[in-house]
């Protein structure tokens, strides 16, 4: 399998690189092939701006969209989007390796994203607007997963911690970059405390996340609803009979990968909205030892 | 007062730039001072890397955390950050006004914030870790609002809409950036179907825009519980009798504000996780004509 690991870090001895440098290690003893795109040693250009349309729809006024659907159609890109482009179309998985700043992306990796996401290919797929959304569309058939360095304690992100849980905050990018045009994304990976991690801990992280690495075609994606099969009839609202009486981001993960417990709960009240959270292998395998 | 006004699209005919005009209008014709950056004509820079720390506290080991520390409290940052940090220190209010591209910030002001945002003012708070955050630290006392344009129709953003509700997709945002450091947040405002808006549509939004802007300084904040005010005695997790029952980004807004109607759902379930939506001006006022 062919495998892209993209990162957003500049230090070398930072945890966001040892989780590259592990996952490079067990990717390629697994014999896939693994590519890189290290953005900060690209000194990629975060910034989506006139620049990257050299070819001109409308030279008086800047669209993106109406840009993007040009240039991504007519060839007519800057080469280092066709590279990422290239890249990702030629790989089986794509892992997302970034320390958490402001509860996001780095700016950089947020540039990969708004220059790489092309009319056309990330949204848009195949000129029709919104028909291929959220499970199919031109990124379908890849798996995705975030390995996120997260600078404060694992409490902070609990289901009832005062950040908010981590699943949730990092929907914008699992769901509504990733699953949008097609992939499959697994639970992420996080490494907490990551700004004052000791060997042992880091050594305990590691551990967790080479094991996640060596199960990236195994484990079960999050399971994000697609946008047509079934659950959403007019392709923008869940149907009545779904997820009854909730609402908000949870609502789209299909309750079958909720545990025994949650079920029960759930079967407990039924009709009756219950914030309950999805639970991760993230969760349950990252450091938490380092927590105040 | 004293406005800023920082804004991230590069067209002049932009819905974002027509809210940019209007909200300067608005202000000054109520007296106040308006402060812009225009981040895409200052050409900003977005990466947030070495660069950002001319004179290192460790020349061999680059810790965004160590360097930012020192950097700011050594008064050695970068001269474009000073800037933004007078601006922001002048400020009564901010508004950031930006297109929503993949559910979040344009890269360029995503940067302006992992850059602008230093240890020891916007987080690291007096240099005690996280003693000060969430409703105090170094942004307190300034209101915060956020002036969305959105490409897709309001439906896809409600409740059970299939991208989720834009206030929970915004909350890294809204309650991870703003009110982290200090800020009293107000409710969003959007303008959806921004990419294909017709002249009654931008005239629509921008007078409902004009009435937000008015209120600038009158209008309720979202309740976002203070670290410090009683609801988190550990400083990581809600108290037990604090929104029982319930977990997630919405159970840390006090309920004080919902509807008269979710107050009744409440009511009448008392200990369950209700998992209902934080109504806000923006929902109520936005443009929806062009839903689909």
């Known amino acids: 399998m062919n495998i892209l690991l993209v990162h957003a870090h500049p230090e070398r001895t930072s945890v966001t690189r040892r989780l590259v ?28 701006d006139a620049a990257d349309f050299p070819v001109r729809v409308d030279p008086g006024r800047l669209s993106f969209v109406d840009e ?29 390796h970034f320390p958490l700043w402001w509860f996001g992306m780095p700016a950089i990796m947020k540039g990969w994203v708004d220059r790489v996401w092309a009319y056309g290919l990330a949204y848009g797929y195949r000129g029709a607007g919104n028909t291929h959304r959220y499970g199919e569309g031109g990124f379908a058939g890849k798996r995705a997963l975030l390995a996120v360095a997260v600078g404060g304690p694992a409490i902070d ?16 990018i699992t769901h509504g970059t990733l699953f ?20 042992a801990g880091m050594a305990e992280a590691d551990a967790a996340w080479r094991g996640r690495v060596a199960r990236l075609f195994d484990d079960a994606p999050i399971a994000f609803r697609a946008q047509n099969g079934g659950d959403y009839p007019d392709r ?24 025994p417990l949650d079920a029960v709960k759930i079967a407990h009240a039924p009709g009756v909205a219950i914030d309950c959270e999805h639970r991760s292998a993230g969760d349950r395998t990252s450091h938490t030892g380092n927590r105040r």
Chains 1, 2 share one sequence.
């Open 21 to 48: 440098e592990s996952a490079a290690q067990v990717l390629t003893g697994q014999g896939h092939e693994v590519v890189r795109s290290d953005l900060y040693a690209m000194r990629w250009k975060a910034v989506f």
């Open 68 to 96: 993007s659907r040009h240039a991504y159609a007519g060839g007519c890109q800057t080469a280092d989007v066709e590279d990422e482009q290239r890249k990702l179309r030629a790989a089986d998985a794509v892992i997302l």
């Open 157 to 172: 992100y609990s289901p009832r911690g005062i950040n908010g849980p981590l699943e949730q905050l990092l929907f914008p």
């Open 180 to 199: 949008f045009p097609g992939m499959q994304v697994l639970p992420t990976f996080a490494v907490y405390g990551a700004a004052a991690l000791d060997a």
């Open 236 to 259: 923008h609202v869940l149907a009545d009979h779904v997820a009854p009486g909730r609402s908000g981001l949870m609502a789209h993960i299909a309750e079958a990968t909720r545990s």
